[in-house]
């Protein structure tokens, strides 16, 4: 009698439904407010942002990390943590928001632009350096175009490589880490760019 109670208990806990995973899904939220010296400046020629191209692996909405004390070639995706949209749109769509304040910005084709602009993210990863300690990492390359009697002539390219500590060792760390890596690269980018009018 005492075996068959013993059975129905745990029978009983297998059918109890059990919580369900939560993903959780963060973008880079509120854009930083510009202050003065970074708002309109006249005479800024109108740019033509291209869609980022990324490799296979940023390809995705994962968040990434990377172990550099153990393996640090393998990129490993966080299983409850998402991106709102893949990390280069989120970073394109940063640039988009800091040159509009300065500039025109345009989508290729839909206006007559001066400059085209196109990005490559290689990299977008938490990187940790021991178990408790870790830093986002973002390396994106720059191109600067422009449209000479009917062909494209490339006047510069950049590659910019940023690194922000990250509060946590953890998900929500590399998502601080990653925003943070990314408005400093944007900030950058946008300040280079203004060098080309």
């Known amino acids: 009698m005492g075996l068959l109670l013993v059975l129905m208990l745990l029978l009983a806990g297998c059918t109890t439904p059990r919580p369900e995973a939560v993903v959780k899904i963060y973008d880079f939220g509120p854009a930083p407010v510009q202050t003065a010296a970074t708002q309109a400046r006249p005479g800024l020629a109108a740019v033509a942002l291209f869609e980022p191209q990324v490799g296979p692996a ?3 909405n994962a968040v990434l990390y990377r172990l550099a004390y153990a393996d640090a ?3 490993k995706p966080y299983a409850l943590t ?10 394109s769509q940063r640039l988009r928001q800091q040159l509009g304040e300065q500039r025109a910005v345009v989508a290729p084709g839909e206006a ?3 400059f085209n602009v196109r990005l490559v993210l290689e990299e977008f990863s938490q ?13 994106l390359r720059a191109t600067l175009s422009q449209r000479i ?11 910019f490589v940023v690194q922000q500590p990250a509060p946590t060792p953890d998900a929500q760390g590399a998502v601080r880490a990653l925003t943070s890596a990314s408005d400093q690269a944007v900030g950058q980018v946008s300040a280079w760019l203004a060098r080309f009018h």
């Open 58 to 60: 940023l390809e995705g």
């Open 112 to 114: 007559v632009a001066q």
């Open 127 to 139: 990187v940790f350096d021991s178990p408790a300690q870790s830093h986002g990492l973002l390396r």
């Open 82 to 91: 998402r991106w709102s949209m893949p990390p280069a749109q989120l970073v």
């Open 149 to 159: 009697a009917g062909s494209e002539a490339v006047l510069a390219q950049r590659s």
């Open 73 to 75: 070639q393998q990129l």
